[in-house]
C-alpha cells in the first residue's frame, strides 16, 4: 500500500521489486529471456558460464573484481560506521563511496557468480528477500541520480545524532523522500528499470537510516562472495546472520 513520506507520497511496493516486462536475446545460446537486470546478457547461469569457459580472460577478471571489489567495500562502509557528522564533506564523500562499491561488489556477483548470489538469496524468508532486493535497488538508483544530475544532498537528511543519542555519527543520517525522476534522458528500455529502482528507493531506504541500509547491504554482499567457488576455497569465512529490519 502507497504511504506518505514528508509530504510525498511513497509508490505503492509489494514483494520482491518486479522484473521489468522486456524480452531480449542471450548472447550465448540466442534463446530470448525476460533479464533480471537492465544489462543483463545471458538467460541462464549455465550459458554465463559457457561464455565464460569461452573468454577465460573475462572469468579471471570477474573473480579479481570481486576480491578487491569487497575489500574495498568493507573498508569503506567501515569508515563510515565510524565517521561523526563533524566534517559533511567528507562525510557526504564517504557515503558517495559506499554506494558505488556496494553497486560495484552487486554488480559483480550477479554478472560473474550468479548461482552464489541466488543460493543466499534463498535461504532467507520472503520478507528478507524483499527486504534486500530492494536494498540494494533503492542504492542503485541512487548511484545512477548522483552519477548524472542530481547532488548526494538531496537524498541524504543530516542529522546532530546516530542511533544513540549523542554519539554523532552519520549512519543515523537518514534517506530523504525524493520526488519521481524524469526519465525523457533515458533511453525507452531503461525508463521502466529506473521507476523499479525508484519505486525500492521509496520502499526500502526514503525515511531509514544510513546504518540500516548499509549493514543490510553489506550483510548480504559479503555473504554471497563468500559463497562464490572461487574466494571460498582462498577465504573461508564464517557464518553472518543478516540482520533484522530494525538494526542499525
Known amino acids: 500500500m502507497s504511504g506518505n513520506i514528508g509530504g510525498l507520497s511513497a509508490p505503492r511496493a509489494g514483494g520482491i521489486p518486479a522484473m521489468v516486462a522486456e524480452m531480449r536475446d542471450c548472447e550465448q545460446?540466442?534463446?530470448s529471456f525476460v533479464p533480471r537486470r537492465e544489462h543483463?546478457?545471458?538467460c541462464s547461469p549455465r550459458c554465463r558460464a559457457a561464455w565464460n569457459r569461452e573468454h577465460a580472460g573475462d572469468l579471471k577478471a570477474g573473480t579479481s573484481a570481486l576480491e578487491w571489489s569487497i575489500t574495498a567495500m568493507s573498508d569503506t562502509t567501515e569508515r563510515l560506521s565510524r565517521m561523526t557528522?563533524?566534517?559533511r564533506p567528507r562525510a557526504f564523500a564517504v557515503i558517495s563511496e559506499a554506494v558505488w562499491w556496494v553497486t560495484i561488489v552487486d554488480a559483480t556477483l550477479v554478472r560473474h557468480h550468479i548461482e552464489a548470489y541466488d543460493r543466499v538469496m534463498a535461504r532467507h524468508t520472503p520478507a528478507e528477500r524483499q527486504r534486500v532486493e530492494e536494498n540494494l535497488a533503492g542504492l542503485r538508483f541512487v548511484r545512477n541520480r548522483i552519477g548524472g544530475e542530481a547532488d548526494l544532498a538531496e537524498f541524504v537528511q543530516p542529522g546532530d545524532s546516530g542511533p544513540d543519542p549523542g554519539d554523532g555519527q552519520i549512519t543515523g543520517w537518514k534517506w530523504r523522500p525524493v520526488r519521481e525522476p524524469k526519465l525523457a534522458s533515458l533511453?525507452?528500455?531503461?525508463?521502466?528499470?529506473?521507476?523499479t529502482r525508484y519505486r525500492a528507493y521509496h520502499a526500502q531506504l526514503a525515511g531509514h537510516t544510513l546504518g540500516q541500509t548499509f549493514t543490510r547491504a553489506a550483510a548480504f554482499l559479503k555473504l554471497a562472495a563468500a559463497d562464490a567457488p572461487a574466494l571460498t576455497n582462498a577465504s573461508p569465512q564464517r557464518d553472518e546472520v543478516l540482520p533484522s529490519s530494525s538494526s542499525p
Do not use: L, N, T
Not at 533511453?187 to 521507476?195: A, L
Open 187 to 195: 533511453p525507452p528500455r531503461g525508463q521502466p528499470w529506473e521507476m
Open 85 to 87: 557528522a563533524e566534517d
Open 29 to 31: 545460446c540466442g534463446i
Open 40 to 42: 543483463a546478457r545471458f
